[in-house]
Structures are given as C-alpha cells and as structure tokens.
C-alpha cells in the first residue's frame, strides 16, 4: 500500500471538503433528544443527517450502498455498508447527535457559531462526533486509493448517542442479519492525547446511573426539636453507598461489578 498516496488523499479531502462540511453541521443544533424532546418537529437532526448523508453520497465509492433508516419513534441512523475482501466483517460507529450548549465559551465562540483558528475547529459536534461518518468513508475510499485491500466495512451513525444510546439496541436487532458477525468494531468516539500518534481506546470502565432519594420526613421540622431523634437522611445514604463502594481506596465491593482485567491491558497501563 503507498503510504504517500493515502496521506495525499486524506489531507485534501479533510482541507477541501470535510472541514467546510464540518463548519455547516456545527452550525445545526441538532441537540441529543434528552435535551431537545420535540427533535423531530424542530428539524434539525433530520438536516444533520441529511447533510452527513449527502456528503458521503457524493464521496461515494463505486460498491458501497447508503440508507438513512428511521424506525417508528426512534430517531434515523445513517445506514453503510461497503464490499470487501473475504468473509470478515469490521463496523465504525459514530454519532451525530449533540451535546447542549452548555456555558464557559470563550468571547467570540459558541456551540452553533463555527471558528476556524489556525487548525483548530470550535463549535458544538465537531469533534464529538459529527467527524465520525467523514473520516470512516475516508479511511476506507485512503485504503483502496493507495492500493490495499479491506474487510467489508459496516458504518453505522446514530442519533441518539449524548442520551444514552437507547434507540441503538433496537437498530442493532431490526439490522443484525445485514450486518452479520463483526469481528472489529472501532468506536470513533473517543480522544487522543497529543496529534503526533494514532490514541486507541482498548477498554472502558463501565457505569451505573440512577436516581436515589432518602426520606425520613413527611414535613420540616425545626433542628432543635429533632436533632438526635429523627435519622439523618446524609448518613443513610452515606450507609447505603458504602455497601458498594470503599469510599477510601474507590474498590467496588460488589463481586457481581468485578471482571478480571486482561493481562494486555495491564501491560499497556504500564507503558
């Protein structure tokens, strides 16, 4: 494979093209549905995915077919699959949804205004995740241009991401006879800690999220009348969360929460 070809190949296409697109999604606030719930009548997840859609049609390569797919209530997910060599199957996630606005911006930037400085692109999405679906075609239309070969490749870019995913299972199931056994999937939606080597993400902690009210009360009452009688709501839940988690060393103590970390992985956390 030329190295030299590929690299040519990426640079103009992410200068020419997928930067300029970059800066046109940062200005739709297509927000996660968490934090957007009338999405669908608001509009603006379906230009994101159209735009996304429309730039990887006209970057299309000869073999690979494209469908935006939405099932009943659910938000659409952009649909790759292209042909390759052998039986093997690899799928690149991403994501098209977007965080909030959130606060902090510096003067003259915002979440929906694209700046472009040096090169370096501010604005909501950008990175997380809207490059995702630009830079998986690429790879791939790279790889064929320099002269290699690929597995069959499955993209898959959903909506629903920033919010927890919950859409995503129900398109794995109504997609998985298309998709087939992967035996690689690259998740591009991670980070990297300098532009000078190619950062993997091999295994993430995972987490349990939910709501935990203590009550001891039915109405307030004065301290002076109910200190030392009524419990304290803080040290129950102090109590509670001390049965799974050391709040000293961090240690989960449920033996269900454990796993037994890979031999690699340790090696690679010694590096």
């Known amino acids: 494979m030329d190295n030299a070809v590929a690299t040519a190949l990426i640079e103009s296409t992410w200068d020419g093209s997928i930067t300029p697109s970059l800066i046109d999604y940062i200005r739709i606030p297509n927000k996660s549905p968490a934090f957007d719930p009338d999405w669908k009548a608001n509009g603006h997840m379906d230009d994101a995915v159209a735009l996304i859609a429309n730039w990887c049609r006209a970057n299309a390569l ?50 929906w205004s694209p700046v472009l400085d040096g090169d370096r692109l501010y604005g909501r999405g950008g990175a997380d ?41 129900h398109y794995i199931d109504y997609l998985q006879d298309r998709i087939g056994t992967p035996s690689l999937v690259v998740c591009l939606d991670s980070g990297c800690g300098n532009y000078d080597q190619l950062w993997c993400t091999t295994s993430l902690r995972g987490i349990v999220a939910g709501n935990l009210e203590v009550r001891v009360l039915d109405e307030g009452v004065h301290s002076g009348d109910a200190s030392g009688i009524v419990p304290s709501s803080f040290r129950i839940l102090r109590q509670l969360l001390d049965r799974i988690d050391d709040s000293t060393t961090g240690s989960v103590l449920v033996d269900a929460l454990q796993v037994e970390i890979p031999s690699q992985r340790l090696r690679q956390a010694e590096v």
């Open 129 to 169: 995740d809207g490059y995702s679906a630009f830079a998986s075609l690429t790879a791939i239309r790279a790889v064929r241009a320099a002269g290699g070969q690929h597995a069959r490749c499955v993209v898959i870019i959903e909506a629903c991401e920033e919010s927890g995913s919950f859409d995503l299972p």
């Open 62 to 111: 000869d073999d690979m077919s494209l469908e935006v797919i939405q099932l009943e209530g659910r938000t659409p997910l952009i649909y790759i699959d292209v042909p390759g060599v052998g039986q093997d199957c690899v799928v690149l996630y991403g994501h098209l949804d977007k965080q909030p606005e959130m606060v902090g911006w510096h003067e003259g930037l915002g979440p």
